[in-house]
Structures are given as structure tokens and as C-alpha cells.
């Protein structure tokens, strides 16, 4: 698996999707600090992502690198929601022309609603905040260990 050199340059800005059918979480973070946070939750549209909106969320963050969850089975292997997050991934980068990467996202709700919870004080199953607060998770679990190279795929 190639390194992921840039991660270590000074400045890099990533932005993290958690991908689902009905919505996608988004979030922000950068390699200075290795953080990210919650930056919004977009609907799909007949289970289609928002182009225009995912646009304008990197024409104003102007990331470096797009990091995607991709879930999988406690056996590692694919389920159906997998292979669409691969299959966002890809186009992200034909539209966008930015490195993308895919990380396994397993228990990256579990930990977003923990957050979420200290953060508001309580966690409500269907708060839609908790896609955007998986997608930081899943940011920074590739900001602190893509130097160790746990990314799946590269575009």
C-alpha cells in the first residue's frame, strides 16, 4: 500500500464523507492539528449524491485530499452499502480531480453518537447531526493513522 506523504505537509486540508444512501455526513480537518469536525449532513436525491452541493463545499474548503468511509462486515468483507461508498468515491475524484481515499468506517456511529452525546448532552438516534459527526470520526481516524498507511483505495 503506498505512503501517504502528504499528510505529514504542513497545511493539508481533508474533507471526510460518511456516505449513505439517504444522506451523506461531511466534515473538515487538516493535518496540522490531525482534528476534524462536523460540517453539515447532505440529503441525497433519489439516492444520488448532491453534486452541486459536494461543488461547493470544496470549491469553499478547498481541500488537499477527500477521505470516504467504507463500512464492512466484522469479517471484513463488502456489503451492498460498501460497494456504493467505493462507488462515490471513484466519482468524486472523475468530478473533482482530488486524491481520494477510503477508510473502513466500523464503529464510526458508535463513537460520532458518543461525541455527539458529550457534545449536546444527550444522542438521538435519528439526529441527522450524527452523519456529520460519523464523518469526522472517520477524518480523523485517517488524520492520525495514514502514516501507517490504512487507507484501501487510492484514486
Known amino acids: 500500500m ?3 506523504p502528504a499528510v505529514t505537509t504542513l497545511g493539508l486540508r481533508a474533507l471526510g464523507f460518511d456516505f449513505g444512501r439517504l444522506r451523506i455526513g461531511v466534515a473538515v480537518g487538516d493535518a496540522i492539528t490531525g482534528a476534524a469536525r462536523p460540517l453539515c449532513v447532505l440529503p441525497t436525491r433519489q439516492q444520488r449524491p448532491d453534486w452541486a452541493a459536494i461543488g461547493q463545499l470544496i470549491t469553499e474548503w478547498q481541500p488537499d485530499q ?5 463500512p464492512r462486515h466484522a469479517d471484513e468483507t463488502a456489503n451492498e452499502v460498501t460497494k456504493a461508498a467505493l462507488r462515490f468515491s471513484r466519482q468524486l475524484h472523475e468530478r473533482f480531480h ?3 481515499v477510503t477508510i473502513d468506517e466500523r464503529l464510526s456511529s458508535w463513537e460520532a453518537g458518543q461525541r455527539c452525546a458529550e457534545t449536546n448532552g444527550h444522542r438521538r438516534s435519528k439526529n441527522t447531526a450524527l452523519d456529520a459527526w460519523a464523518a469526522a470520526v472517520i477524518l480523523e481516524s485517517w488524520l492520525n493513522d495514514a502514516e ?4 484501501n483505495a487510492h484514486f
Open 98 to 100: 482530488l486524491p481520494v
Open 148 to 151: 501507517h498507511g490504512s487507507a
Open 66 to 70: 477527500l477521505v470516504v468511509g467504507a
Open 2 to 4: 503506498p505512503e501517504h
